[in-house]
């Protein structure tokens, strides 16, 4: 047990935690040269192609420290990305330790004191890594300097290195051995191994990833899960390489698979105990809470025929990706869909992507809510994340919508800027103070709805780049809400329905009534778009009817050819949606739905 | 009930069409089969047709008939291009040969177009004398300026005397042609036309839109940008505006484009077209029907010409509908007409429950103001006939 140490690596987005992962893993030849490839941790196409990560990854190495034993080194890479925390906090679960990278030109970024302190929650052994140095922007004092001031630890204890040239990652290694604690664990008392983590494999089912705290795990024993009460036989277990290998038991405080014929990842919990039927453990270990879905979107097939297609493919999809919840869900405009529940709107970009590259479809997707509290006359409170049913304003006594706390970090000559932006989403309290002479945390307490979009390009571009946003959601408050209904000639086109903010209503209506004036192409008869409150009409545009669709002349017999052009035309309609009389081509429901998060 | 989408019983008496490919020159706007004609292409011409009629017999009436006697056609229609082309003499012999080869029915009409140009008191006598009933003249417009845009060989003056002239000949049905919709040509303009026309009390008008084909002059000339056609808008009320005056002077639009004095001076040959009434076609691109079958000739003079010279069908494509064609083309006719669809005709006839596929769409229309439901028909407005490819595209033909 001495010699192993259990570690990730965390960092804000980009800082190079794939790449670092990629030079540890070749340092202790943990892959053959020719089979090497650049983030050879982030597996999915997903992941290599806009190179970021999704999923944490671990892997077990081999390494042999300048005080010639050899070690097992556990790592976990883990995703910067916000949307994807829930992935980072599970991976800490199994650790002593995390190396928390800091890039030498960015320095310290939101979710670079974000995952610091969650780190800290699990009392993890910290080491700071200053990476890129070889950057020519590259500011390795300043970043010392954050370190201490935004981050209080030691910044002489930060190792410098460049995971691009290779440079220091010696350095590194070292400081692991040497820094970070082993893990600690009775060899003899009754086996607890947590379930950090679960994948999916197609011919062995779930692939459980745990971290032995306490006990033996063995090949062939009766499992307990201590959360769910059910019992497994253990089929295959071992040590997590590019591949699995498999070893006859997992001692404490080492980390491995573990393989029983579990059927879906929807079977097991995360943060669950394992332990054996045999000898069971007293209690389980400290538990781990799932992420709960923010964002509500209702997916539907571009053609209904597809609807088969999609059920089996969410139903693979969610064998992988816990965090998504879906439910059958229904639109007259749009036919059968699903109701879905995301971590983030980057996570249902990668759920809508994976869906129409891995499995071949074509979606559309519904503007996307957050999940509102609604306050009934009777007393009751009943949780709304489809506009389709808000209750009838009437018997509304209030509503109340998710609140989170925003941590922003941006140099001082954006904060007027920054404050202003943040007045706009409605933000309240918003405070600042001074980390350094030049750098400032802005604190500001907004509706979750209003950073969900375009919240972080806006601070991107108002920062030309040295802002960086994080942010926790704190609390529900009451909120004047309000249901928007596009209606188009009169009759309610129910996946273009949300609920806002009342201040917000009329702009995004009108938006919506704009857009769709502009795609829905003209018909036989003028055709009225809304955007209504209740009963009242908040935005309207209008479509002129096309005043001629007939030849003058149906030449002698020759009727095959003008039957030809009108099976032309209905082939056209064959893409278009009916809402009452009026055909809206689904090109019209993605430019609205598309230009969504730019209003 | 007949099998469904197959009209296997002949809902009437068959028709026969003749097209005749010559003009003395070509209209710019004309895509028609046509070309300009002299007297050595008639005469061939001629004996082409009487070489098609001997080749067409047999097979028609085995199609139409079968075993038993092959119903008679009651309607003769003689179009083009310019029948007039054919000559007397050639006219005499075309029909001497339909009736020797073909059933032809002892009282079927006989339908002639002819431009003003070719109307003489002897033509007159002629055609009478050969047994035309309907004459319909093309004079497209009582307008010189508008006559000499079009490219026409007449005047309007030309156009009275031969109106006034066929007039006393005794046809039973006289029909004139017009044109509208022209690019600037304002309502007062057209209306004046529509006035002259109505004062020569013919018993059929046809009143047809501009419209601007690709290959024709025009078509080129609106390619190169030096010829704007009018707005769709505008047709559109002119379209109103045409109908509703007609009306009001004693001529009921009974079709788009067709109007009559009376039931009686409807065309009973291009109904033949709209309800899948077998016809029978000769001459260069001429279409035939029956049953589910439509087939068309060589569209080209030289090679329909060369085809029946080598002893061969002139036949230069065909075609098997599906119900589901034939219901279509029933419905997307059935709503350029007045009477509409007739909700049980498409049920018996086309085994198409129309308001069971499309209860909702067919509500909307009628909300809309485009189709009237009475009488077990769907009756189009004005409004409704202005769109009404759209419509018949709208509506769905199968489960
Ligand atoms: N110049 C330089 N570039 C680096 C270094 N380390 C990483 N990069 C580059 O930085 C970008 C991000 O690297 P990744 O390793 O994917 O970053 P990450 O932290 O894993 O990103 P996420 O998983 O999306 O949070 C890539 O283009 C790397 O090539 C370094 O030491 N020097
Ligand atoms: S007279 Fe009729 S057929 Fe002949 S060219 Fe003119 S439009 Fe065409
Ligand atoms: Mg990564």
Redesign the pocket.
Same mark, same amino acid.
């Given at each position: 047990m001495e010699h192993i140490r259990n570690f990730c690596i965390i960092?804000? %987005?980009?800082?190079?935690?794939? !790449? =670092?992962a990629d030079r540890l893993i070749q340092h202790c030849g943990g892959v053959e040269e020719r089979a090497f490839r +650049?983030?050879i941790l +982030?597996s999915m196409d997903i992941e290599r192609e806009r $190179? %970021? !990560?999704i999923k944490s990854n671990t892997i077990t190495l081999p390494y042999t420290a300048k005080n010639g034993k050899t070690y097992e080194l556990n790592l976990i +890479?883990t995703? $910067?990305?916000v949307d994807f925390s829930h992935e980072v906090r599970r991976s800490l679960m199994s650790c002593e330790g995390a190396l928390l =990278?800091v890039d030498a030109s960015q320095g310290v970024e939101a979710q670079t004191v974000a995952n610091l302190y969650l780190a800290l929650e699990y009392d993890l052994e910290i080491i700071p890594v200053i990476?890129?140095? +070889? =950057?020519p922007s590259a500011d390795p004092d300043r970043v010392r300097e954050e370190i201490d001031s935004d981050l209080g630890l030691d910044p002489f204890a930060a190792v410098l290195?460049?995971?691009? !040239?290779g440079l220091g990652v010696d350095d590194v290694l070292e400081a692991i051995v040497e820094h970070l604690p082993p893990p600690k664990g009775d060899a003899n008392a009754p086996t607890q191994a947590l379930v950090f983590d679960a994948q999916y494999d197609i011919y062995r089912g779930v692939v459980m990833l745990c971290r032995v705290k306490e006990g033996f795990l063995r090949k062939g024993q009766e499992l307990l899960l201590m959360h769910t009460q059910k019992t497994y036989h253990i089929e295959e277990l071992g040590l997590l390489r590019l591949q699995r290998m498999p070893q006859k038991e997992l001692g404490p405080g080492s980390v491995g698979y573990v393989i029983c014929g579990v059927k879906s990842v929807r079977d097991i919990t995360i943060g669950d105990t394992l332990t054996l039927v045999d000898n069971p453990a007293p209690k389980p270990l400290p538990g781990y809470k799932e992420a709960k879905p923010v964002v509500f979107s209702s997916m539907y097939p571009m053609a209904s025929d597809d609807y088969g297609d999609l059920v089996k493919a969410l139903d693979k999809l969610a064998l992988n990706d816990a965090a998504l919840t879906y439910e059958k869900d229904s639109s007259a405009a749009l036919g059968f869909g699903f109701r879905c529940g995301f971590l983030g709107l980057l996570h249902l970009e990668v759920v809508q992507e994976r869906l129409e590259r891995e499995y071949d479809l074509s979606l559309l997707l519904s503007a996307p809510s957050v999940s509102y509290k609604v306050n009934l006359k009777t007393g009751e409170q009943v949780e709304i994340d489809n506009p389709m049913y808000f209750p009838d304003p009437t018997e509304i006594e209030s509503t109340e919508e998710p609140y989170i706390k925003a941590s922003i970090l941006i140099p001082e000559r954006y904060i007027g800027a920054m404050m202003e932006l943040c007045r706009e989403r409605r933000g309240e309290n918003t405070v600042f103070r001074y980390l350094t002479r030049e750098r400032v945390d802005l604190t500001s307490e907004m509706p979750l709805a209003e950073v969900l979009f375009d919240f972080y390009d806006r601070l991107k571009t108002l920062t030309q780049g040295y802002g960086s946003f994080d942010y926790e959601i704190t609390d529900y408050r009451i909120s004047d809400l309000v249901k928007v209904d596009i209606l188009v000639n009169g009759e309610p086109v129910d996946a273009l329905s949300q609920l806002a903010h009342r201040d917000r209503a009329r702009p995004r209506a009108l938006h919506y009534c704009e857009k769709l004036a502009e795609t829905i192409p003209k018909q036989q008869f003028k055709i009225a778009i809304q955007g209504v409150i209740g009963g009242k009409v908040i935005a309207r545009s209008t479509i002129n009817a096309f005043r001629k669709d007939v030849t003058a002349k149906c030449y002698g017999g020759d009727i095959t050819r003008k039957r030809k052009l009108i099976e032309k035309q209905k082939e056209g309609k064959k893409r278009m949606k009916m809402v009452g009389a009026v055909e809206i081509p689904q090109t019209a429901f993605i430019a609205v739905l598309k230009s969504d998060s730019g209003k | 009930m007949a099998a469904p989408g197959t009209p296997a019983a002949p809902r009437g008496a068959p028709g026969l069409y003749v097209h005749v490919p010559f003009c003395s020159a070509i209209c710019p706007y004309c895509d028609f089969a046509v070309q300009v004609g002299n007297d050595v292409k008639a005469r061939q011409l001629v004996d082409g047709l009487c070489r098609e009629i001997e080749t067409v017999a047999e097979p028609w009436r085995l199609l139409v008939a079968g075993p038993s006697t092959a119903a008679p056609f009651d309607s003769l229609y003689f179009g083009g291009g310019t029948p007039s082309f054919l000559g007397t003499d050639g006219l005499g012999r075309i029909l001497d040969h339909l009736r020797q080869h073909l059933p032809v029915d002892d009282d079927a009409r006989l339908f002639f177009e002819a431009n003003p140009e070719d109307v003489t008191p002897r033509s007159l006598a002629a055609w009478r004398h050969l047994g035309v009933d309907t004459l319909s003249l093309g004079v497209q417009s009582f307008d010189d300026a508008t006559l000499a845009f079009l490219g026409r060989r007449h005047r309007a003056e030309d156009a009275h005397q031969a109106v006034a002239m066929a007039r006393q000949a005794g046809f039973c049905t006289l029909s004139i042609d017009l044109m509208y919709g022209l690019p600037g040509q304002s309502e007062d303009s057209w209306r004046r036309t529509l006035e002259q026309a109505t004062a020569l009390q013919p018993d059929h008008l046809s009143c047809y839109e501009l419209e601007i084909h690709r290959r024709t002059t025009f078509g080129k000339r609106y390619a190169k940008g030096q010829l704007h056609p009018m707005p769709d808008d505008q047709q559109a009320d002119l379209f109103v505006t045409t109908h509703r005056w007609l009306e009001d002077n004693g001529y009921l639009g009974y079709e788009i484009s067709n109007f009559a004095r009376s039931p009686r001076h409807r065309s009973r040959h291009n109904r033949k077209y709209w309800d899948h009434t077998p016809y029978l076609g000769i001459g260069p691109s001429a279409h035939s029907f029956a049953g589910n079958r439509r087939w068309w000739n060589e569209p080209s003079f030289a090679t329909w010409k060369r085809h029946l010279d080598q002893g061969n069908s002139a036949k230069a494509g065909e075609e098997i509908l599906q119900p589901h064609d034939l219901t279509l083309e029933r419905l997307m006719l059935a709503l350029r007409t007045r009477r509409g669809i007739d909700l049980q005709e498409i049920r018996e006839t086309y085994g198409c429950d129309l308001m069971q596929l499309n209860a909702e769409r067919i509500e909307h229309y009628v909300t809309a103001g485009l189709l009237r439901h009475e009488e077990a028909c769907l009756r189009p407005t004005l409004q409704g006939w202005i769109v009404a490819d759209s419509l018949a595209a709208g509506l769905s033909v199968q489960g």
């Open positions: 960092a804000h %987005i980009d800082h190079g935690k794939s !790449t =670092l +650049d983030q +982030d $190179g %970021i !990560t +890479d995703p $910067g990305h =990278l990476n890129k140095v +070889d =950057l290195c460049s995971a691009k !040239t | -």
